[in-house]
């Protein structure tokens, strides 16, 4: 009988995480006691609050299977904190996830199948596409361009792309890797087409809290239609416990949770006592965010201030999340964070950021565009942009001198 | 532009868990303060050793993703390991999992896509139906049967159900639900049919430790052929931490493994404290593993002791794992569950077993059995069997009388 030996076909076209293919770079610099300052990854410095973990200090007896939903205290909790968002979810409507990262996959899974299409508007959270990959499903883009902020796209690219085979549209907002923070018209605009054209509406709220310049996210849960609606959300980057991996998915449309609910008893539960220690993370007070919020923006400040003036750059004061995306003045920007981690070193220091290629699907789109997660403190960021920028002028210095 | 509504195809024929779906049954049950023996799932009641919390007590600082293949003490701590069981696996070729269940999915992603074939032993792990349904991948059974002990089919039945389709066959060993241990010949036939038709085999081994009767559990790793096998592990039941979510996927086949982690940096990592703490787990004695195998062996006499003598029930005695499958005298074995917790008690007390008709795909299969997961010391159990005893008693007398 003949058959193909090998990898499945959807395993072998698995993108590689554009964040993460660069590290043996690094790996290497690294070890020649280069210190690099990690822009690439969006794993914060803050500090994990201290209830989290002394909560967990408390546990006792034996590590064991949650309910298949999570907790139920933790998705009291989660009730609550929607509500204070004016976000209507019962406790039930809520399912706890392995992060934001398990909400997603279940989320296409509940409304396409293989060979479907979900409609992303590039650049993109990357691992929207392996999520998809993983699970036959095609990702279908929409380009936002850096010229225009990354704003939304007009609605009538969004109909260009439309197939029978169409079954949703997924983003993010606030933005990753833009921190673009969508207008009430924007998502006004993103609902109707839904409507009109009969599609659900995946909405990762991960970085709901963080947004500047007195702006506000919207929920995808505020247009209504809510029948039509799943949030993906992520307990990581609003408390610092991306190591917990603990999200949720919610939705009012009943048919869809009781099918992930299905899909949640099949892996039988989320981890156990980071669920526990996340309880008590709701109780923080308001300020608790201020503080963060504030932070972010003031590192966003440092990173925009330094990067600006570059010349020739393409750079749009982010709105929201903990992102900048660029467009730089090379040919192609993995080329240029690979020479940075091999090549250029300042008072015996790199800077290592991600290239945005990988987190388009059009061919060749992106090339020139990096993405910068203000991760550090902002004395940290301050050198490690600038080093960016020597580099950048060193990188395309030495371009000219190899063309003579 | 006519597009279908509601669920996707996946989804809306996702089964629910044979194991959990009578839950709700039992919560009406424990509400009117009746006291319900759970022999349903699989959550023993041994504690989690000590070292784990211990070692989480001393986490401190961001509780951060970790590589996207687990923190590298725990995977060389992993290869130790199978090095002790003589199972030559390196550091690199072993993938931290979020629990059995994810090195399931990987294994069965890598290998087959949307509409391949998955060749399983029913009945069988039911939640593998479930990975293998929202993957887009058909399972396709080969039966085994109570009253020959549920030992391996001829391979003759393997050949019958191939197609060009066919990608792997999928096995745990020793086996949930029946705790059969397959004998070195019964797995060298299957590796031989494996060998003749260039399919992987994706080993469920997280039982490993746990057999009886001084026999041993084989892995699919001592029988050569190493490229087409894949080990699908667990801590879960091995050291009592099912609510960790700590597994591993293991491979020589670095195509399958590099594709493997591209699966594993789209979703970032696995739960960071539970990896950490279960580093110290490596470090318990030999010890653990005897007094923990000879309590479930005394269990597992308990089981069957007091079963085998019920009239006209086809019982088999476990070799490992901590599960007892039974056929009863009966018609419909879910039914007699739902009588149990609705209509029989005893003392004020009842006992809850799991219907195994969704442990097989073929139809009406299974109807009459159920699994029975000895998780409880041997006095609880001892009681609880009795009961099931009296039940049964009690319903195929009641059936009687309702049929005069």
């Known amino acids: ?65 949650t309910n298949s939903a999570g907790l139920i205290e933790l998705r009291e909790k989660f009730s609550r904190y929607y509500k204070k968002w004016s976000i ?44 998809a990959k993983f699970l036959g499903v095609n990702v279908v883009p929409v380009t936002s361009r850096a010229e225009n ?19 949703a549209i997924l983003f993010p907002n606030p933005g990753n890797p833009n921190g673009v923070v969508y207008t009430k018209d924007e998502l006004q605009s993103i609902m109707d087409f839904a409507v009109r054209n009969d599609l659900y509406v995946i909405s990762d709220e991960v970085y709901r809290e963080i947004v500047f310049d007195g702006l506000k996210a919207y929920s995808m849960m505020d247009f209504g239609n809510h029948e039509r609606v799943i949030i993906a959300d992520s307990l990581s980057k609003r408390f610092n416990i991306c190591g917990a991996r603990i999200g949720a998915i919610a939705s009012k449309n009943k048919q ?10 099949a892996r039988l539960a989320a981890n156990h006592l980071s669920q526990y220690g996340a309880i ?17 923006e003031k590192r966003r400040d440092v990173v925009y201030e330094t990067l600006k003036d570059i010349p020739k ?14 467009k730089l003045p090379v040919e192609d920007a993995e080329e240029f964070v690979k020479w940075m981690l ?10 290592m950021v991600a290239p945005l290629g990988g987190f388009y699907i059009t061919p060749n789109m992106g090339k020139d565009e990096i993405r910068i997660a203000y991760v550090l403190n902002s004395e940290d960021l301050r050198e490690a942009c600038s080093i960016l920028a020597k580099g950048l002028e060193s990188y395309t210095q030495r371009k000219i001198f190899a063309k003579r």
């Open 280 to 296: 008590g993370l709701f109780d923080l007070p308001d300020s608790y965010f201020e503080d963060m919020t504030r932070e972010y």
């Open 149 to 167: 902020g990354y704003r939304m796209p007009a609605i009538e690219e969004f109909e260009k792309v439309l197939t029978p085979k169409t079954r």
């Open 313 to 326: 750059i393409v750079v749009n004061k982010p709105q929201g999340a903990f992102y900048l995306a660029a």
């Open 88 to 131: 209507p979810f019962e406790t039930k409507e809520i399912i706890v996830t392995e992060g934001g990262s398990e909400a997603v996959s279940f989320a296409i899974a509940a409304v396409a199948d293989p060979n479907d299409d979900i409609i992303v508007i590039e650049p993109f959270y990357a691992n929207y596409a392996a999520f």
């Open 256 to 265: 869809i949770m009781d099918a992930v609910m299905k899909m949640a008893m």
């Open 342 to 351: 091999q090549n250029f070193t300042y008072q015996n220091k790199t800077t």
């Open 1 to 65: 009988m003949e058959r193909y030996s090998g990898l499945s076909r959807r395993a072998s076209e698995l993108p590689a995480s554009p964040i993460r293919k660069l590290v043996p770079y690094s790996d290497e610099t690294e070890k020649k006691g280069v210190k690099v300052y990690h822009l690439n990854i969006g794993q914060p410095d803050l500090r994990t609050p201290k209830i989290y973990f002394d909560r967990i200090k408390t546990f006792s007896g034996v590590d064991d299977y």
